[in-house]
């Protein structure tokens, strides 16, 4: 019973800030990798920030800058902290978890994603 929910979206107007919270159960994270994709109407799915399980972050070049992920001490918290929003950063936001970050998309865990709508 593995889980990764997901939780912070809503509706914010552009320029202001959202935290977005993943909670991950069912077993330890703490050696796996975890990170944050998007994917919004029409356009494919694409990764918005990754962090190792040793705190290596990367980030995709249109969020740099804006976006910080984190994870909580038990590491199976991660965080999205998005400030200075846009209205394309407009998406459902999806939680994930690997064994490595380059991993996570293809063999990971996902959560059920949380929509973010930035208005102009």
């Known amino acids: 019973q593995v889980q990764l929910v997901e939780s912070g979206g809503g509706l914010v107007q552009a320029g202001g800030s959202l935290r977005l919270s993943c909670a991950a159960s069912?077993?330890?994270?703490?050696?796996?990798?975890m990170g944050w994709f998007r994917q919004a109407p029409g356009k494919q799915r694409e990764l918005v920030a990754a962090i190792s399980s040793g705190g290596s972050t990367n980030y995709a070049d249109s969020v740099k800058g804006r976006f910080t992920i984190s994870r909580g001490n038990g590491k199976n918290t991660v965080y999205l902290q998005m400030n200075s929003l846009k209205p394309e950063d407009t998406a459902v936001y999806y939680c994930?978890?690997?064994?490595?970050?380059?991993?996570?998309?293809?063999?990971?865990?996902w959560g059920q994603g949380t929509q973010v709508t930035v208005s102009s």
């Open positions: 069912g077993r330890t994270f703490s050696s796996y990798a």
């Open positions: 994930a978890a690997g064994s490595t970050r380059a991993t996570m998309d293809s063999a990971g865990y």
